[in-house]
C-alpha cells in the first residue's frame, strides 16, 4: 500500500468517525448501528498502529466522546470522565488480565469486580454538606467531551433513582464524608422508550434509534418537567473524592456497598472474583439476561478491584488500563423474509413489518422486524423470499440490516399498498416526509389507539377510557401470545370477535348503561361513572378537541394557538391554508395538515356529529395578558433568581414566546451568567440582550 493511499484511507476515515460521532453524540440520531461504527474506529486504530507517526491528537481514536452541547452551562470535571478499552471475545479478555498481572508486582493477587455494561449515558453528580445535618446533590453533569461537561443538574433532579438528600446517619452507615462524586450510567427502560417514541410519532416527530439516544437526548433537553415524564433511571458504579477525583474507598467492591447504603440505586448484578476464569463466568452467566433486564446492556465491565493496584495500572490517553468492557456480540440472525404486512397506527402511520421465518437471536425468536417505510426499503433493495440479516442491536424492536444474499429466482417485490389496509381510503403522503398515513379518522385500525388517545389524561381526561375498556368497546379481545416485544407489536392487532360498540369517536357519545352494563366487569356504578365522564368532556375547550382528533403536528400548544385563534370550530374548519398560515406561530407544514385534515369528507362528518351530539368546542376565555406578545424570547445561562422553567412559564403567560436558538427573529436574548455562544450570535446579530432584571422589567409591563 502507497503511503498516499493510507493517508488518504485515514483522512477518511477520521472524517467519516467525526460525522458519526456528531450525530451519535450531538445530535442523537446515529445512521450507523455501533457494530458499523465499531468497524470503521478498529480500521482507523489498525492503521494508525501500523503507522504511528500519523496518530494526531485529535484524531477519534483519542478522543473521548462528543462536544459539551450550547444551551448548558459548561463545568470541568473533577477528574476526566474516560472511555473503555473494549473486548469482544474471550482471547482479548484473557489478553487483558496477562496486561493487567504483568503490570503489577509478580506476587500481587488480582481480584476482578465485573458489572453490567449499561448502555446509557454518563453522569457525575457532585454531593455537597448541606446546611442541615447531612448531604445535598449540588450538581449533575454529563461527561460531554470527558474533559468538560454540561451541567444538567434540574434535569437531574428529576430522576427518582437519584437521592436530592442524603442523612447524616446515612452516610454514616455508609462511610461517606459530606462531600464526594458519584459517577454512574442514566438509562431510559424500555418501557418508558417505547411509550416515547409512540408520542414522538404522535407529534410528527423522528423516533429516537435506542434507548440510548433517547436517554442522552432526553438529559439534554432544556425542559426539566419532560425529563420527569420520561422516567429515567440512574445506576451508580464510581465513587470519588470530591477533589481531584481520586477514589474514595480501597476497592471497587466497598465503593458499590457504601453506595448502596448510601441510598443510591446499585445493579444487583454484580461480583467480584479472584481470577479471570470467574469472569468468564460472569459473563457466561449474564449474557442470557439482557433480554429479561427492561433496559439495554451491551456488556460487562471488569474493574480491578483494589483502588492501589488501579493507581499503579494507571491510564491510556483514552482509558483505564484496570478496566476494560467485554461487548457482547452484536445480535444479528440471518433469515428470510417470507412476506411484509402493514400496520397502521393511531396517527395513520403505515409502517411495512417483515414476516419472518422464525430465527433465534440473542435469546429470543424472531419473527417480525420493522423496515421502517418506503425509502428503507428501496434503500436495503430487499424483496421477498430475499434472505436478510436482522438486527436487535441497541434497538427494542429488530430491524432489517441488509441483505445477505444475492436475490435467488423467484423473489417478488414489495409494493408498498395506495389505500389504507383497514379502511381503504388512500394513503397520503405529505411532501419532505418517508411515511405513508392513512387520513381517515375513522379508520378503524386507527380507532383503537384514537379512543385510547382521545379518552387519555390531558385530552379529554375521560377517566375509565383505558385500553381494556376500549377493547371491550371494540368487542376485540386481547392477543396475549407471548409477552416478548417482538409479540407486544402482535398484540396491537386483536382480534374483534363480537359487534363493537363503537365504531367512531362520537359513538363514545351515544353508550348507554345496558350496552356497559353487558360488558365483562362492568357493573353498574362503574357504567354510570363512565357515561357521566363522557358526558363531562362535551364541555372540554376546544383544544382539547383538537388535540384528541389527533391531527397530526397537532400538539397541546399548537392546539391551543389554533383555538385561541379561531375561537370555535366551525371556522376552523372552513379556513383555508393561507387564513390558517396567518395564526401566529403556525407555518406552512402545520397549516397544510390542518387543512388536509378538515378537508377529508369522513372527518367533517365527525366533526358535524359531535356538535350536533352537544361537544361545545369553544376556545376558553385567556386570563394572561398578551403585553409580550408576537415577541420571541431566547434564555442562556443562568439567571441569578429565576429558574428557566419559571422564566419561560412567565413569557409565556404575557404572551411570549421562548425559542431554542437565536437568529434574526429573535427579539430578546435573556442572558444570565456564563452566557455562551447565544449571547454572541445575538451581539453579532444586534438581537437585544436584557438581563433578569431587564425580563422583570418588561413582565412588569407586561401587568399594566
Ligand atoms: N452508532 C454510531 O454512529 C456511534 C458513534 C459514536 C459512538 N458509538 C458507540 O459508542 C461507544 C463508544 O462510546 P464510549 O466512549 O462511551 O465507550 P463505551 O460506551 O464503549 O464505554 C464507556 C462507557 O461505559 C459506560 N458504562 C456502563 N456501565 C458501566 C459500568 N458498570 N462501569 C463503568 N462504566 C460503565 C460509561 O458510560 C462509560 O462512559 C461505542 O460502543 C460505539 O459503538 C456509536
Ligand atoms: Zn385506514
Redesign the pocket.
Known amino acids: 500500500m502507497s503511503k498516499g493511499s493510507v493517508e488518504e484511507q485515514v483522512k477518511e476515515l477520521r472524517e467519516q468517525l467525526e460525522h458519526?460521532?456528531h450525530?451519535?453524540?450531538v445530535m442523537d440520531t446515529?445512521?450507523?448501528?455501533?457494530g458499523?461504527?465499531?468497524s470503521l474506529m478498529n480500521r482507523l486504530k489498525a492503521l494508525e498502529a501500523e503507522h504511528p507517526e500519523m496518530v494526531t491528537s485529535d484524531s477519534p481514536t483519542q478522543r473521548?466522546?462528543g462536544k459539551p452541547a450550547d444551551g448548558f452551562q459548561k463545568v470541568k470535571h473533577s477528574r476526566p470522565?474516560l472511555?473503555?478499552d473494549?473486548a469482544y471475545n474471550e482471547e482479548d479478555l484473557r489478553a487483558w488480565d496477562v496486561r493487567v498481572r504483568g503490570g503489577l508486582p509478580g506476587t500481587e493477587a488480582v481480584a476482578y469486580t465485573c458489572?453490567?455494561?449499561?448502555?446509557?449515558?454518563?453522569l457525575a453528580l457532585h454531593y455537597r454538606g448541606a446546611s442541615h445535618d447531612g448531604s445535598q446533590l449540588e450538581r449533575g453533569l454529563t461527561?460531554g467531551d470527558g474533559t468538560t461537561g454540561e451541567d444538567v443538574t434540574s434535569n437531574v433532579r428529576t430522576i427518582r433513582s437519584i437521592p436530592l438528600t442524603i442523612s447524616a446517619a446515612k452516610l454514616k452507615a455508609a462511610g461517606l464524608p459530606m462531600e464526594f462524586e458519584v459517577r454512574g450510567?442514566c438509562v431510559m427502560p424500555h418501557a418508558a422508550f417505547l411509550k416515547m417514541n409512540e408520542e414522538f410519532e404522535a407529534a410528527g416527530l423522528a423516533a429516537k434509534a435506542n434507548p440510548r439516544n433517547a436517554a442522552a437526548g432526553t438529559i439534554r433537553t432544556l425542559e426539566p418537567n419532560i425529563v420527569a415524564q420520561r422516567r429515567l433511571d440512574f445506576y451508580a458504579?464510581?465513587l470519588l473524592q470530591a477533589e481531584g477525583g481520586e477514589m474514595l474507598l480501597g476497592s471497587q467492591s466497598e465503593a458499590l456497598t457504601a453506595l448502596g447504603k448510601a441510598g443510591m440505586r446499585v445493579n444487583p448484578q454484580v461480583a467480584t472474583v479472584d481470577s479471570i476464569d470467574g469472569v468468564w463466568e460472569f459473563i457466561q452467566r449474564c449474557e442470557p439476561l439482557r433480554d429479561s433486564l427492561g433496559y439495554e446492556i451491551?456488556g460487562i465491565?471488569i474493574?480491578v478491584d483494589k483502588a492501589a493496584q488501579q493507581r499503579r495500572l494507571g491510564f491510556t490517553g483514552k482509558a483505564p488500563r484496570w478496566?476494560i468492557?467485554y461487548?457482547f456480540a452484536a445480535r444479528a440472525g440471518v433469515t428470510k423474509l417470507e412476506g411484509v404486512a402493514f400496520q397502521v397506527g393511531r396517527t395513520g402511520k403505515v409502517t411495512p413489518v417483515a414476516q419472518l421465518s422464525p430465527v433465534f437471536i440473542g435469546g429470543t425468536t424472531v419473527k417480525r422486524a420493522t423496515l421502517h417505510n418506503p425509502d428503507e426499503i428501496v434503500r436495503l433493495g430487499v424483496r421477498i423470499g430475499d434472505f436478510v440479516s436482522v438486527e436487535r442491536g441497541g434497538d427494542v424492536i429488530p430491524k432489517i440490516t441488509g441483505v445477505v444474499l444475492e436475490k435467488p429466482r423467484g423473489t417478488q417485490e414489495i409494493v408498498f399498498p395506495e389505500c389504507c389496509p383497514a379502511c381503504g381510503s388512500a394513503l397520503v403522503k405529505e411532501e419532505g416526509e418517508v411515511d405513508w398515513r392513512c387520513v381517515n379518522a375513522s379508520c378503524p385500525a386507527r380507532l383503537r389507539e384514537e379512543l385510547i388517545h382521545f379518552g387519555a389524561r390531558g385530552v379529554m381526561n375521560i377517566e375509565g377510557l383505558g385500553d381494556a375498556m376500549v377493547g371491550q368497546l371494540l368487542g376485540q379481545v386481547e392477543d396475549a401470545v407471548d409477552e416478548t416485544d417482538i409479540e407486544k407489536e402482535e398484540a396491537a392487532a386483536p382480534v374483534t370477535v363480537r359487534e363493537p360498540l363503537v365504531r367512531s369517536i362520537a359513538d363514545l357519545y351515544r353508550l348507554t348503561k345496558e350496552q356497559l352494563v353487558g360488558l365483562e366487569r362492568v357493573g353498574d356504578k362503574s357504567a354510570q361513572a363512565l357515561l357521566d365522564e363522557i358526558a363531562k368532556s362535551k364541555k372540554a375547550p376546544l383544544s382539547r378537541v383538537l388535540l384528541g382528533l389527533g391531527i397530526r403536528h397537532v400538539g397541546q400548544r399548537t392546539a391551543e394557538l389554533l383555538a385561541s385563534h379561531f375561537g370555535a370550530i366551525e371556522p376552523l374548519m372552513g379556513a383555508t391554508q393561507d387564513e390558517l398560515v396567518q395564526v401566529n406561530e403556525i407555518g406552512p407544514i402545520v397549516a397544510a395538515t390542518v387543512h388536509d385534515f378538515f378537508a377529508q369528507e369522513q372527518n367533517q362528518a365527525l366533526v358535524k356529529e359531535l356538535l350536533e351530539i352537544g361537544l361545545e368546542m369553544k376556545a376558553e376565555k385567556r386570563v394572561t395578558t398578551t403585553v409580550l406578545e408576537g415577541l420571541t424570547f431566547v434564555l442562556t445561562g443562568t439567571l441569578p433568581t429565576l429558574t428557566r422553567e419559571i422564566a419561560k412559564e412567565k413569557i409565556e403567560a404575557a404572551g411570549g414566546r421562548v425559542s431554542g436558538s437565536v437568529s434574526k427573529k429573535t427579539d430578546y436574548v435573556v442572558a444570565g451568567e456564563d452566557a455562551g455562544s447565544k449571547l454572541e450570535k445575538a451581539e453579532s446579530l444586534g438581537v437585544k440582550v436584557v438581563d433578569e432584571a431587564g425580563l422583570l422589567e418588561l413582565l412588569e409591563g407586561a401587568k399594566e
Open positions: 458519526h460521532e450525530l451519535y453524540y446515529p445512521e450507523l448501528t455501533d458499523q461504527y465499531d473521548v466522546g470522565m472511555s473503555l473494549n458489572e453490567l455494561k449499561l448502555d446509557g449515558l454518563s461527561r450510567e458504579y464510581f451491551d465491565v474493574k478496566a468492557a461487548k
